[in-house]
């Protein structure tokens, strides 16, 4: 084929605060797990593959990883963790065998023979029962407490000596190396600022942001977007309308980001990528240089599917521009070629794109193809 196009991938880096005020406590895991794996290796392999991309951080996912590393928030998976094995309570016990298997089985719990024996010991009991937890001795709980948070470290964890040992070794773990385990974890979780400032220095990545605590941008200003999307959709009694708390979390979310990594944040992923004319207009008078959304918005704005040469080229209001991301490509990426042969799979995302762009019309500049994604 002798088409050309401009690539632009961005990631989006989400996860919501998961703090409750009252107990201090975070409700759910996800923002220390998801940090283990994905949060720190995607830039790097990034950086090693020479690919230019995009990663859109959400502030409160970085104010949480500070709360991990510098302020000690834990989550109850984490408490259980950390508790040794022969003072665990009841309740952790039988927390401890209903969760902790909670996995995909075929990537991260079959791989490995203690995780799949000790799966296989408890699997045929039913959840939130003694029987369950009982089927496991002390070491045992001991190696699935470590086994659970093992399987969760991407590959820059697993190149640690420590973890890498951890991961031969296999089994009969001590509470001495649960413990060494989790300073491992904090120092690489909390090396997150330099690793993203290396990156963007370094590897020409670019760091973008979203608001602060990713709100529905349109619905902030005005419920009555709602309507706008879907019309005749039902809307609150009292109408809610709050366009200088959108202006905040829009200007907070980027200076947060900036200031946290010490880079320069130009563009944003609006929240699930909801935009309106309302809010377009405002990240303009604030100097955001482009945003990130859904082809299938602009297919709405036009009334009908958008041809190639009207998807493929950034739009533009006032200063800022707009990528529309191509939606089949990202789910590709995102939901489907993770079970393909990985040069099948790239081979297949070449061509889709090649095949896309030479249905447009001849200009001047190459079409521009954005794949966004989660």
Same mark, same amino acid.
């Given at each position: 084929m002798?088409?050309?196009?401009?690539?632009?991938?961005?990631?989006?880096?989400?996860?919501p605060p998961y703090r409750d005020p009252i107990s201090g406590k975070a409700t759910m895991p996800w923002t220390w797990l998801h940090a283990m794996r994905d949060y720190l290796d995607m830039p790097a392999l990034a950086a090693a593959a020479g690919a230019h991309v995009t990663i859109n951080l959400v502030p409160s996912l970085l104010m949480q990883?500070?709360?991990?590393?510098?302020?000690?928030?834990?989550?109850?998976?984490?408490?259980?963790?950390?508790?040794?094995?022969?003072?665990?309570?009841?309740?952790?016990?039988v927390f401890l065998a209903d969760n902790f298997f909670e996995l995909h089985r075929e990537t991260m719990?079959?791989?490995y023979a203690r995780f799949q024996e000790l799966d296989s010991r408890t699997r045929p009991l039913a959840a939130g029962q003694p029987r369950r937890w009982k089927a496991l001795g002390t070491d045992e709980l001991r190696d699935l407490q470590m086994w659970y948070y093992l399987v969760w470290c991407g590959e820059l964890l697993k190149a640690n000596p420590l973890v890498a040992g951890l991961l031969a070794k296999g089994r009969?773990?001590?509470e001495d190396e649960k413990r060494a385990f989790h300073g491992v974890v904090?120092?690489?979780?909390?090396?997150?600022?330099?690793?993203?400032r290396r990156c963007v220095n370094d590897s020409g990545i670019e760091v973008a942001a979203s608001p602060l605590y990713h709100p529905i941008l349109p619905l902030l200003m005005g419920t009555e977007a709602a309507q706008v999307a879907r019309p005749g959709a039902p809307l609150p009694v009292e109408r809610f309308s709050h366009p200088g708390d959108a202006e905040v979390q829009a200007l907070e979310g980027r200076k947060l980001v900036a200031d946290s990594l010490g880079v320069t944040v130009n563009g944003m992923w609006p929240p699930e990528?909801?935009?309106?004319?309302?809010?377009?207009?405002?990240?303009?008078?604030?100097?955001?240089?482009?945003?990130?959304?859904?082809?299938?918005? +602009?297919?709405?704005? *036009? &009334?009908?599917a958008? %041809?190639?040469? #009207?998807?493929?080229?950034?739009?533009?209001v006032g200063r800022t521009a707009i990528f529309f991301r191509d939606?089949? +490509?990202?789910?590709? *990426? &995102?939901?489907?070629? %993770?079970?393909? #042969?990985?040069?099948?799979?790239?081979?297949?995302?070449?061509?889709?794109?090649?095949?896309?762009?030479c249905c447009c019309s001849g200009r001047e500049r190459p079409p521009v193809v954005t794949v966004a994604l989660d």
């Open positions: 002798g088409c050309k196009a401009r690539l632009v991938i961005l990631w989006h880096m989400h996860q990883l500070d709360e991990y590393t510098r302020a000690g928030l834990s989550d109850r998976f984490m408490d259980v963790f950390l508790t040794p094995a022969a003072q665990l309570s009841d309740p952790q016990k719990i079959l791989p009969n773990f001590t904090c120092g690489f979780v909390g090396s997150y600022r330099d690793a993203y990528g909801s935009i309106s004319p309302r809010v377009l207009a405002m990240l303009d008078s604030q100097g955001v240089s482009w945003v990130a959304s859904d082809g299938d918005l +602009l297919g709405r704005a *036009l &009334g009908r958008p %041809s190639a040469d #009207e998807l493929y080229q950034p739009w533009r939606h089949r +490509l990202s789910d590709l *990426l &995102g939901f489907v070629y %993770s079970k393909w #042969e990985p040069e099948k799979a790239a081979t297949h995302f070449r061509d889709l794109i090649l095949r896309a762009v």
